[in-house]
């Protein structure tokens, strides 16, 4: 199966922000991407709401399961009380725990996976027993021990963090040793009976190596890139644009 695309749409609504006033309309371009084939959209609802707002969920929640009830909702963040109460309310197809510290400007980093299992095995359990699956920020730099750590946790899958990955748009050489962590840690993942996800700093241009890399890669969750494009491409042409990035059929 073709990798799925998942639209986070935190840039929009930072856009948003700016002023107070409602447009960009974040579910409106929730709806555009949706519309265009993207499997699912992501929100990582921040305890500032520097971007995605609270409220923001339950008007996505409604927007999915009114007119796309085929997709997916995906909550990030870092499982603190009010996070996991948020996810109990909005009921996300899943939910993907992220390290951040709240002051940080994007996540930048997988967990301590040894140093944190006990924490996210609570974690896990009980929002998989909400009926959420669960995938955890990972590093992609190959560490065998880590990603057993994360498996012993319970979790669903884990996202790898493609950062530095996509930080070597200018540097060929190392963006495919970059590629070849990821690819190892992804087998490790795959063989540890994890799904593999993958996010940050994707594009056009570096998402078909990493796919044909990782032919397996249940889901991408993309914003930034995407966002950059649709200011020139529109979302619903970015949107395919990207899906075709994916290996899938447009």
């Keep these: 199966m073709p990798t799925s695309l998942s639209v986070n749409l935190n840039a929009i609504a930072m856009l948003r ?22 499997a699912g959209l992501t929100v990582h609802p921040r305890p500032d709401q520097r971007h995605i707002r609270f409220s923001d969920l339950p008007v996505l929640r409604a927007l999915i399961d009114d007119l796309y009830p085929q997709a997916e909702f995906n909550i990030e963040g870092y499982p603190s009380e009010d996070f996991l109460a948020l996810c109990e309310q909005a009921q996300p197809e899943q939910v993907t725990l992220v390290p951040d510290d709240p002051a940080q400007a ?47 946790t319970g979790a669903d899958r884990i ?26 840690s992804a087998d490790a993942a795959l063989a540890a009976g994890l799904g593999v996800n993958g996010g940050h700093d994707l594009t056009v241009a570096n998402l078909p190596a990493l796919v044909a890399r990782i032919p397996a890669m249940a889901e991408v969750s993309i914003g930034h890139g995407l966002t950059a494009d649709a200011l020139e491409y529109g979302m619903a042409e970015t949107v395919r644009r990207f899906r075709r990035a994916c290996g899938q059929i447009v």
């Design 17 to 38: 922000n700016r002023r107070d006033l409602p447009w960009p309309d974040v579910a409106r371009f929730g709806e555009m991407a949706l519309a265009a084939g993207a």
């Design 106 to 152: 994007t996540s930048d980093h997988g967990w301590d996976f040894l140093g944190n299992r006990a924490l996210l095995a609570d974690v896990v359990g009980r929002l998989k027993k909400a009926g959420m699956r669960v995938s955890l920020f990972a590093d992609g730099d190959g560490n065998l021990d880590q990603l057993k750590a994360a498996r012993d």
């Design 159 to 184: 996202e790898l963090y493609t950062g530095p990955y996509g930080g070597c748009f200018d540097d060929p050489e190392g963006a495919a040793r970059e590629l070849d962590l990821l690819g190892r």
